[in-house]
Antibody
C-alpha cells in the first residue's frame, strides 16, 4: 500500500527555521516525483515544487523559488520542505503528494500525505 | 506559466442535480489535466486524470471531458457526499498549476 506520512504540526516564531518531512512507503521512492502543495487558511491549493528523489532534480514554482528548499534523502525514502527564516505569511497547511507516473514522467498527484500544519506567530 | 481558471467559484445545488464545473487553461495543455475533490480538514483526492480517465474507486457519476484549453468536470447526479471543493490541475510542464477551486454547496 502506497503511503506518504508527514511530520507533525509545528508552531514557530518569525525568523526561525523549519524543516518538515514526508516519508514514502509501499512503492519505489526513487522512481516517482514528490511534490509540495501549500494551502493557506480558507484558501486554495498552490503548487510549490517537485523533486525526483532518484537524482534530486528539483523544480520550483516561481512563487516559491528562493523562499523554500525542497530536498530528499532516498536512503530513508523521505522528502523535505525547508525554510531558513519563517514569516507569519508562511502559516498554512502543507501537503506532500506523489506524481503518479514513474520515471521522469509528469502525472496527477495520486497519493497525498495527511498534511503538516505550520503556524508562525510571535 | 500556465494559468488555470475555474468557474464558477461557488455553486449551489441540490441532491440529484447534474453539476458541471469548467476549467480553462491559458494555453494548450493537451489532455494533461486532473480533477481533485477536497473536503474540510482533509487532503485532496484524485478523481479524474488525463482529462477524462476515472481514478480507481471513484464513482462513475464523476466524469471529465475536454482537451486543449477547455475542460469540464461533471457530476451526473449529485450525492450528499459530493458537497466539497473541486480543483483542476495541469501537468503539461514541470511548472504545475492548480485552478482556484469550486465550492459545491447545498442549495
Amino acid at each position: 500500500e502506497v503511503q506518504l506520512v508527514q511530520s507533525g504540526a509545528e508552531v514557530k516564531k518569525p525568523g526561525e527555521s523549519l524543516k518538515i518531512s514526508c516519508k514514502g512507503s509501499g512503492y519505489s521512492f526513487t522512481s516517482y516525483w514528490i511534490g509540495w502543495v501549500r494551502q493557506m487558511p480558507g484558501k486554495g491549493l498552490e503548487w510549490m515544487g517537485i523533486i525526483y528523489p532518484g537524482d534530486s532534480d528539483t523544480r520550483y514554482s516561481p512563487s516559491f523559488q528562493g523562499q523554500v528548499t525542497i530536498s530528499a534523502d532516498k536512503s530513508i525514502s523521505t522528502a523535505y520542505l525547508q525554510w531558513s527564516s519563517l514569516k507569519a505569511s508562511d502559516t498554512a497547511m502543507y501537503y506532500c503528494a506523489r506524481l503518479g507516473r514513474d520515471g521522469y514522467n509528469l502525472g496527477p498527484f495520486d497519493y497525498w500525505g495527511q498534511g503538516t500544519l505550520v503556524t508562525v506567530s510571535s | 506559466d500556465i494559468q488555470m481558471t475555474q468557474s464558477p467559484s461557488t455553486l449551489s445545488a441540490s441532491v440529484g442535480d447534474r453539476v458541471t464545473i469548467t476549467c480553462r487553461a491559458s494555453q494548450s495543455i493537451s489532455s494533461w489535466l486532473a480533477w481533485y475533490q477536497q473536503k474540510p480538514g482533509k487532503a485532496p483526492k484524485l478523481l479524474i486524470y488525463d482529462a477524462s480517465s476515472l481514478e480507481s474507486g471513484v464513482p462513475s457519476r464523476f466524469s471529465g471531458s475536454g482537451s486543449g484549453t477547455e475542460f469540464t468536470l461533471t457530476i451526473s447526479s449529485l450525492q450528499p457526499d459530493d458537497f466539497a471543493t473541486y480543483y483542476c490541475q495541469q501537468y503539461n510542464s514541470y511548472q504545475l498549476t492548480f485552478g482556484g477551486g469550486t465550492k459545491v454547496e447545498i442549495k
